[in-house]
């Protein structure tokens, strides 16, 4: 295993990134049964922001260099899992947030992964390999149990709770912890929304990097 991951790992860090984004591009189209560009760009930047809550937990937590983290970007493929268990399960489902009824509604989804959610079950086994795996692939690259541990928990409940539930809302109609308005349609509202959040995960994550090279050619 440790020799799969080493190949994996020749790879550039951009060129991970690249091939995530493949995979998502192809997993996106094949769920949605009808091409609204705006919608796909709101999935694109959703599933980019959740790369980036695994990248800053292996970056700080683990204390990873960035040529560990290419094998992280081949989660990808794990979100092809949904589609394929409801499929085999004779399941109508497609990617939706969750409705924060209620603390103890959260809490309990989290803590189930929502192997018992009304709707959103299917998503169990992809969320059981995400918090496994990354424990897994977090313990193999470090060797420390506990902070693999933390790594995982923190990367997939960070992002299962900021990106899985509908905490606000443009529509009236969609339910949500909190609904607002905006001047610009839903879709859009929802994309621009992501591309901030990734851009600000993505800060976060590579701030020594981006520090690093303001000071050097920017302040220097």
């Given at each position: ?8 790992n ?5 060129a ?5 984004q ?36 292996f ?19 794990l979100t ?6 409801s ?27 929502l192997?018992?959610h009304?709707y959103?079950?299917?998503?169990f086994?992809?969320?059981?390999l995400?918090l ?14 506990l ?7 923190f990367?997939t ?7 899985g539930?509908s ?6 109609n ?13 879709g ?5 929304f992501y591309?901030?959040?990734?851009i ?21």
């Open positions: 295993m440790k020799n799969l991951i080493s190949k994996i020749k790879i550039s860090l951009w991970a990134f690249l091939i995530y493949l995979l998502i591009l192809v997993r996106i189209a094949v769920e949605m049964q009808e091409a609204v560009p705006v919608i796909f760009v709101m999935q694109l930047f959703w599933f980019d922001c959740v790369l980036m809550f695994f990248v800053i937990g970056k700080y937590i683990l204390k990873l260099k960035n040529s560990d983290l290419p094998v992280l970007f081949m989660g990808g493929f092809w899992l949904p589609l394929l268990y499929v085999l399960m004779d399941h109508k489902w497609h990617l939706n947030f969750i409705n924060p009824v209620s603390f103890r509604q959260v809490a309990f989804d989290m803590l189930t992964l192997a018992f009304e959103d079950w299917p998503m086994p992809e969320l059981v995400l496994s795996g990354s424990f897994a692939l977090g313990f193999l690259l470090s060797g420390k149990v902070r693999s541990l933390c790594a995982a928990l990367s409940y960070a992002s299962f709770f900021c990106l539930f905490w606000v809302a443009v529509n009236p969609h339910p949500s912890f909190y609904h607002f308005t905006s001047p610009l349609p839903d859009i509202t929802y994309s621009l591309i901030i959040f990734f600000i995960l993505t800060l976060i994550a590579f701030f020594r990097e981006i520090r690093a090279f303001l000071t050097k050619n920017i302040f220097a």
